[in-house]
Structures are given as C-alpha cells and as structure tokens.
C-alpha cells in the first residue's frame, strides 16, 4: 500500500475513534488527569490536611454512639429516654459543617440502639403545628383527636464542642483537635454523660476546609 494512503487512512481512524469517544453535552474530559479513587469514609486518603476530615469524624462519633448507649440512664431506662440536639459550637479555624457530627451520632443511635432512645425532630416543629393546625380546622383528614397535643417534651439534651489549638512554622503547620460531647439532663440540669476525643497531625502545608 501508499505510504501516504496508509498514513492519511491512520489519521481518519484515528480521528474517528477520538470522535467516538467524546463525551456528550459538554461532559468532562480528563484523559490525562489522575482518575478518582473511592475510599471508605474512615480511611485516610491521600489528600489530606491537618484539619477535622471524614476519618475524624466517623471515629469521634463512633465513640460518642457507643459511649451513650452505655450509661444506664439509656441503657436501664423504664421508659424510652426523649433527646433533642443542641447546636456543636465549632471554635476551631476550621469552616466545616459543625452539626455533621450530632446528625451521625443520631443515625448511628436509630439504626443500632434498638429502641433505647428516641430523638425529637425539633428541625420540623413549624411544619408539625401547621399540620396540627390544618387537623383542627378540619381542612384535612386525622386518624386521631386532633385536639389531642402530643408533642414530647425532652429528657436529655445533646450537644458538643470542637477546640483546637495551632502551631505553625517555617517547617509546618501542626493542629490538635478536642471533640467532646455531652448529655445533659433536660429537668436537674445535669450532666448524666460525657466524653471526648483528641487528635493531633502536622503537616508542611495548610489545606483548605469547606
């Protein structure tokens, strides 16, 4: 065969196979980047900073769910402890989504503590009066007396704090992190359950934390 005709024909192969492989509607193109890599949540991966990550919070609440479903005023109770949780204040430099940590430990309560405790879902309260409400007036249907008020009131509150303290120099940047949690009694004020986790890592560059 040609030189040339073999060269021009390689070419439109080419071209055609390019052609095909194009993604659709603009989708992304990154032949030449590195491809994502799937990780479990409490593995640490290789981006990584000195700040609050996935590891850290699957291993902090972890230790918060088991912790609570250990004391005996949850674990002994007569009758099924009520929790609302209170806003994590977050007085670390790091801007992460501070409240991830209760909705975990709520998550991992409801799956695993086999009715041991039960969370009130104050986040839905003013679509719970409206509901009430429409029931009262009669503009919707109710399988119970709508006069009848059963919203619960709480037997614990639950809510935490993050602090940390942040070392930088010409060779690095070093975080430690406290987390601690706590239970507190809704009627005496007192608190019935507490505990924390500490971690620390170093590293030669910051990271940035959304």
């Excluded at 990550?53 to 972890?62: F, N």
């Excluded at 507490?194 to 959304?210: M, P, T």
Aim: hydrophobic share 40%; aromatic share 6%.
């Amino acid at each position: 065969m040609n030189p040339r005709l073999l060269l021009v024909s390689s070419c439109a192969l080419g071209a055609a196979f390019l052609a095909g492989c194009q993604q659709p509607y603009g989708g992304v193109q990154n032949p030449n980047g590195v491809p994502v890599t799937e990780m479990r949540p409490d593995e640490r991966g290789f981006v990584a900073g000195t700040g609050v990550e996935s590891q850290d919070l699957v291993a902090v609440t972890d230790k918060m769910s088991r912790g609570i479903l250990g004391i005996p005023e949850i674990a002994s109770a007569k009758v099924t402890p009520r929790v609302v949780l209170e806003p994590v204040v977050n007085e670390t430099r790091f801007p992460i989504n501070k409240d991830i940590f209760l909705t975990r430990i709520r998550s991992q309560l409801n799956e695993k503590a086999m009715g041991h405790v039960r969370f009130l879902d104050r986040e839905m309260m003013k679509t719970l009066e409206r509901e009430r409400d429409l029931k009262m007036s009669g503009q919707v249907t109710a399988s119970a007396d709508p006069n009848v008020v059963e919203f619960r009131g709480a037997d614990y509150f639950l809510t935490g704090k993050l602090q940390s303290l942040t070392t930088r120099t010409s060779q690095g940047v070093s975080d430690y992190v406290l987390y601690t949690f706590r239970l507190t009694d809704a009627r005496t004020s007192e608190i019935v359950w507490e505990s924390s986790a500490e971690i620390k890592k170093q590293g030669l560059e910051d990271a940035a934390y959304r």
